[in-house]
């Protein structure tokens, strides 16, 4: 794979602090947009951005679109669902904009999505073709994967991974799940039955690193480990890791006074596979 220069939205975060050395160990040049002047930038991202006007589209081999308000962080009020949503359309938008008004546009966009965009499916094994429920994680996943998929358009290689729960010890769900845990105060959500479909973020980093970089690769593309668990055995499993009891179960409808209708996170159920990557080679 020859070496590109990269922009990643949304780079600072979670997921970009893996995938920026991931990608620099690999010879590409990492750049960085950002609402900040001076982010603190992950190894491997050699600058930050403030804006597109200055960048030109036709010097960059991709793009890897991860930006958005963290769906988790509060209630979805109304003013908060109308952040989650600018937050991914309005970024998306305008990386659209800007590919437009190149002579040249890179060659391909990885533009996230989320396991929102299935809604609620019960027992049923999620591949990449099954139908959504409707609900607000789809409504806002559908309408982000509709604008990135303007660059089609383009002539631009889009794929768009749907990402499941990202797990990594320093932050993310696990580092909101490790104190209540480690304390013993740990258990399951409602049932627990409902199924939680997590993955590591080294794979995650690994996963959007193939996307980049596979020509072959374009459309959706479940991201989350082959084997999902119910929330009851990713409870147990957790508290046999830290050595500590998971006996105090969260009832759900304590789940939905506490949260409102973002307990919805924690409850739905979700059991989906990455099929298209295991059948096209990704490990």
Request: hydrophobic residues 40%; glycine residues 12%.
């Amino acid at each position: 794979m020859n070496s590109m220069r990269i922009l990643i939205t949304g780079g600072t975060g979670f997921i970009g602090q893996a995938l920026c050395p991931l990608l620099a160990a690999a010879g590409h040049e990492v750049v960085l947009l950002s609402r900040q002047a001076k982010p603190r930038l992950p190894k491997g991202a050699t600058t930050s951005v403030t804006g597109l006007d200055a960048l030109d589209a036709g010097e960059y081999g991709g793009v890897i679109n991860l930006a958005g308000e963290p769906i988790g962080d509060g209630r979805w009020t109304p003013s908060r669902r109308k952040l989650l949503l600018d937050s991914r359309i309005q970024t998306t938008a305008k990386l659209i904009e800007w590919m437009q008004r190149a002579k040249r546009q890179p060659g391909v966009l990885v533009s996230a999505s989320a396991v929102g965009y299935y809604g609620e499916q019960g027992e049923r094994e999620i591949t990449e073709d099954t139908p959504p429920t409707p609900g607000f994680t789809h409504d806002l996943c559908a309408a982000w994967e509709r604008e990135a998929g303007r660059a089609a358009g383009l002539g631009v290689r889009l794929a768009i991974p749907r990402i499941g729960v990202v797990l990594d010890r320093d932050g993310g769900a696990l580092a909101k799940m490790l104190p209540a845990f480690r304390m013993g105060a740990g258990g399951r959500l409602g049932s627990g039955q409902h199924w939680f479909p997590w993955i590591h973020r080294e794979d995650m980093a690994a996963i959007l690193k193939w996307l980049l970089e596979n020509p072959a690769a374009h459309g959706a593309y479940n991201a989350s480990a082959p084997n999902p668990v119910t929330n009851e055995a990713f409870t147990r499993a957790l508290g046999r890791a830290l050595g500590r009891p998971t006996v105090l179960p969260m009832p759900a409808a304590a789940l939905k006074l506490l949260f409102g209708e973002m307990s919805e996170l924690l409850l739905v159920s979700d059991r989906m596979v990455p099929r298209r990557l295991l059948q096209e080679g990704f490990r």
